[in-house]
């Protein structure tokens, strides 16, 4: 059970842009549900919040705060919660060490984080700085299966304002890169359990050594257990091929990871590439540089600041980059290359924006080019290769006719490869890694070689259970095209088709729904959103993040403005407010202009979900009408044009939030279901109306100038207040 001081609502304290936004819009919040009787509280789940938490004992009394993610983990897992998940840092190393450093600088005196821990005390606090890498957080939190959809009043509104999009043609160069062999998707085996079993991971070297990877695992009966390895040799030889390929193409290379989720492997394949592209300079200097410090998993940006005092090391590095095919580029006016930083380019958002483009990236010169889209695993590419190749073939998509792709996707428990992180391994030596069972069963084992990358996922019989009975639901609500993104050829998934089948064959819905490889359904569905229908796609973890970025971006121009609904598997609800990242750009435009161009649409859209939630939760229909009026109020913003503008001068986050305010006011006022309300919200609503003049003019004068926040990762509350609520007059009317 929840605490009995829990409140109705959490909302979640997070990083960069939606946390600034929160600024602004959560007084909001708590002054409208407290009229309704409805409390709302907070959590941090910060990257700096999860940083001091971990660390009590290296800071006072005064600078310690507690756990609130842990707090929250059980608090998903009650009937009670109702937790509204804004977008957080997924952190890669160098964001965790720059967060560190920052408040190391306002006085918090945090242990350094180890980059080549040599003592045990430097492995302790490193493997505790480990914990809060990458996709911490989502896991914890995500013990349910997802359900991400457009609003209809969203995809109305893209519809009547179709975004534009880059114009395709059939000559276009632009292209994916996959490996054909020794990657993850070809080395994978799977299978499930028929009790409930521990495991360990061991390594057995050529030598016959044993070295235990990991023990105590523990898996309840009918889990599906995958285990699998990238080769190194193979990556680094379809690296280089790739490199030279993309050279005589005279196309852009690009590398699309996700270094941020899977924070183990994908950064140490991005450090490959970094090595690969920039191989004559480690060939002939690659002690030297070890010397300095340069860990490629790191990044360009890293390398480049490490060997900045030694001028034969960079004379190499540009005599190289000279040879080198033109790199896709993060800020072209900055010199931000798509290699400098492993979390600055994400697949999910960096391919739907690349094919959103019609296949153009951003070259070194500033201008837009073809680019050779390099995804060494081949698991998932197929489905942004199938895109590309839809579009050569077709043209653009139309968002003011397109349909709409629904997502159902299997997540909840840590499920398949988002849940990877502490069973992945880049292997030491040559060897053969086994998954031991508790019975001395060898459930897995591969031959390996030092350099490799191995893994383990799974997904459980409870979640996956969960995940066809909320699909079977949705179609049923929808009553359109529904399709399982399977792939029978592909061990894992072999294994969830023996589950999902006999599901749908036994709830007499078999008929309603296919069963299609990622590629298939790729082409499948943008034939049918083309045609103006509506698909659902029923996916696995890492698919659902990949899908719930792809369709929106193609459809609506971004993917920050889903209702992203988690059905928690003990009754609770967990409301994402859409996918998109934190932003960071955004903040550093509020910080050099003070205008904040972050769209809350999300958050309202999940405000709203979660009121009518609490309302048949708890029986409270003054919540229900809350919500009722929220929707109100987000269908006021879209139709009168109230979201943010991008440009400084013109209105933006904190201008959204006075008219969402005021739209939700008169909506309240108006309604008839609850007189209480009506008569609440009259008056509020009276007061915004008739200082319109007021509250936009202050809100026009805080822009133009820097804002200080106090911080980035770590930003001053008050110094963070005077810059989002810089109306005295709308702060005067909420309070």
Not at 439 to 449: I, P, Q, S, W
Not at 500 to 516: C, N, Q, S
Request: net charge negative; glycine share 8%.
């Amino acid at each position: 059970m929840a605490d009995s001081n829990t409140p109705d609502i959490i909302y979640t304290k997070v990083d960069e842009a939606p946390e600034l936004a929160s600024a602004s819009f959560l007084p909001i919040i708590q002054k409208f549900a407290s009229a309704a009787g409805v409390s709302v509280g907070t959590k941090d789940i910060s990257l700096a919040g999860r940083i001091i938490a971990t660390f009590p004992e290296f800071l006072t009394e005064d600078q310690r705060q507690s756990d609130d993610l842990a707090e929250l983990g059980q608090l998903v897992k009650t009937p009670e919660a109702n937790v509204i998940k804004l977008p957080n840092i997924s952190a890669s190393v160098p964001q965790l060490v720059a967060a560190i450093k920052e408040l190391q600088s306002q006085g918090y005196a945090l242990p350094d984080y180890p980059e080549a821990p040599s003592t045990e005390e430097e492995k302790h606090i490193r493997a505790k700085y480990d914990t809060i890498k990458g996709s911490a957080v989502n896991p914890v939190l995500r013990e349910g299966n997802s359900d991400r959809r457009a609003a209809k009043a969203v995809k109305a509104y893209a519809q009547n304002n179709p975004h534009r999009m880059g114009d395709w043609s059939a000559d276009s160069k632009t292209r994916v890169a996959s490996m054909s062999g020794g990657d993850f998707r070809s080395n994978e085996t799977s299978a499930t359990l028929a009790e409930e079993s521990t495991a360990k991971i061991v390594l057995v070297g050529k030598d016959g050594s044993e070295t235990v990877l990991k023990d105590g695992l523990s898996y309840p009966a009918g889990t599906v257990v995958d285990a699998t390895f990238m080769s190194a040799k193979a990556l680094d030889a379809f690296l280089e091929e790739e490199i030279a390929k993309t050279k005589d193409e005279g196309t852009l290379f690009s590398l699309h990871m996700k270094a941020t989720m899977m924070k183990v492997s994908d950064p140490i394949i991005f450090g490959h590439a970094v090595k690969a592209f920039l191989k004559p300079v480690f060939d002939k200097y690659g002690n030297e540089m070890a010397a300095l410090g340069v860990n490629p998993n790191s990044g360009l940006g890293d390398l480049l600041a490490r060997v900045d005092g030694n001028a034969e090391i960079k004379a190499e590095i540009e005599k190289v980059m000279a040879d080198r095919p033109p790199m896709y580029m993060v800020d072209s006016d900055r010199g931000i290359t798509n290699l400098h930083v492993p979390s600055d380019v994400i697949i999910d958002a960096s391919m739907p924006a690349l094919i959103r483009a019609g296949g153009k990236g951003w070259g070194p010169d500033g201008k837009e080019a073809d680019a050779n889209c390099v995804i060494p695993d081949n698991s998932y590419a197929p489905v942004y290769d199938e895109t590309i190749n839809y579009f050569k073939e077709t043209g653009k998509l139309d968002p003011a006719t397109a349909g709409t792709v629904q997502n159902i996707g299997l997540m909840a428990q840590k499920a398949e490869e988002y849940g990877s992180h502490p069973t992945t391994f880049e292997i030491p030596q040559d060897g053969t890694v086994k998954m031991v069972l508790g019975d001395g069963t060898v459930l897995h084992e591969h031959a390996v070689e030092a350099g490799d990358i191995w893994r383990s996922a799974s997904a459980r019989k409870a979640p996956i259970e969960d995940w066809v009975q909320l699909a079977i639901d949705r179609q049923k609500a929808e009553g359109c095209e529904a399709i399982f993104w399977l792939d029978e050829t592909r061990a894992h998934d072999a294994e969830l088709i023996k589950y999902v089948t006999p599901i749908l064959e036994a709830k007499g819905v078999a008929d309603k729904f296919k069963i299609m490889a990622p590629r298939e359904a790729t082409r499948a569905s943008l034939e049918t959103i083309r045609s103006g229908k509506n698909s659902i796609a029923i996916t696995g973890n890492v698919l659902r993040d990949y899908l719930t970025d792809l369709f929106p971006i193609l459809e609506l121009a971004t993917s920050a403005k889903m209702l992203s609904i988690v059905k928690l598997m003990n009754g609770g609800g967990l409301f994402e407010t859409g996918a998109g990242g934190s932003a960071p750009k955004h903040v550093q435009q509020l910080q050099q202009e003070n205008h904040l161009r972050w769209d809350s649409l999300g958050e309202f859209c999940a405000l709203g979900e979660s009121l009518q939630f609490l309302a048949d939760a708890r029986n409270n229909e003054k919540a229900r009408v809350l919500g009722q009026a929220v929707d109100a109020a987000t269908q006021g913003i879209l139709d009168n044009n109230r979201s943010p503008s991008r440009k400084v001068g013109e209105p933006d986050n904190r201008d959204s939030h006075y008219w969402f305010a005021r739209y939700w006011a008169a909506a309240l006022a108006a309604q008839s279901d609850d007189a209480d309300l009506a008569a609440h919200f009259a008056p509020i609503a009276k007061e915004l109306a008739e200082n319109e003049e007021a509250v936009v003019s202050e809100l026009a004068a805080a822009q133009g100038s820097p804002a200080d926040l106090g911080g980035y990762y770590h930003t001053d509350p008050a110094k963070t207040a005077a810059v989002m609520r810089p109306s005295a007059t709308l702060n005067a009317i909420i309070g």
